[in-house]
T-cell receptor, first 110, second 113 residues
Framework: DAKTTQPNSMESNEEEPVHLPCNHS???????IHWYRQLPSQGPEYVIH???SNVNNRMASLAIAEDRKSSTLILHRATLRDAAVYYC???????????FGSGTRLLVRP | DGGITQSPKYLFRKEGQNVTLSCEQN?????MYWYRQDPGQGLRLIYY???????QKGDIAEGYSVSREKKESFPLTVTSAQKNPTAFYLC????????????FGPGTRLTVT
């Protein structure tokens, strides 16, 4: 199965770091890992993507396991605006597709 | 401001009618996509287009049709053959197919009764 596996929901306190896990045990060596987030009734928003090395941008960091079978999205200081559904997505080397799973709903407590 | 626009935000139709959803982008992106989202679910790909006058079926293309006559525009027609058309429809674009972020529009919520 090409889909990724994520916890249904997670909770965090405001201004604390958040680690969102993702399992993609069937990933092949040249599949990309993307993360998007989505607020209710809005289109998804790109967060970050990577291939093999850890990646950082202004929004988050992506830590990819050495065997690439799992990855973790890190929000360094959660804010109330970070409350959303986070999708970990595999983009297969053989195609263009972003294969969405059900995502993790992140709740941020003030 | 560069971005993707979809119109309308809400659309209501009677069963048996075809309906066309608009998607326009001014990001100069080559690739464009249409997704469908049902409540509590992730997105599923309907169609995508890599260049003008070319498009490919995604995972759930039955009952839908598209055109790509201009780089900026990728309209989606939901035909009467689509069995369950009520859903949230999202358009996206990217500069290339692989390894590039997709920019999403705000979506159109279609209700068919």
């Amino acid at each position: 199965d090409a889909k990724t596996t994520q916890p249904n929901s997670m909770e965090s306190n405001e201004e604390e770091p958040v680690h969102l896990p993702c399992n993609h045990s069937t990933i092949s060596g040249t599949d990309y890992i993307h993360w998007y987030r989505q607020l209710p009734s809005q289109g998804p928003e790109y967060v970050i993507h990577g291939l093999t090395s850890n990646v950082n941008n202004r929004m988050a960091s992506l830590a990819i396991a050495e065997d690439r079978k799992s990855s973790t999205l890190i929000l360094h200081r959660a804010t109330l605006r970070d409350a959303a559904v986070y999708y970990c997505i595999r983009q297969m080397d053989s195609s263009y597709k972003l294969i969405f799973g059900s995502g993790t709903r992140l709740l941020v407590r003030p | 401001d560069g971005g993707i626009t979809q119109s309308p935000k809400y659309l209501f139709r009677k069963e048996g009618q075809n309906v066309t959803l608009s998607c326009e982008q001014n990001l100069n992106h080559d690739a464009m996509y249409w997704y469908r989202q049902d409540p509590g679910q992730g997105l599923r790909l309907i169609y995508y287009s890599q260049i003008v006058n070319d498009f490919q079926k995604g995972d759930i293309a039955e009952g839908y049709s598209v055109s790509r006559e201009k780089k900026e525009s990728f309209p989606l027609t939901v035909t009467s053959a689509q069995k369950n058309p009520t859903a949230f429809y999202l358009c996206a674009s990217s500069s290339a197919l692989r390894g590039h972020e997709q920019y999403f529009g705000p979506g159109t919520r279609l209700t068919v009764t």
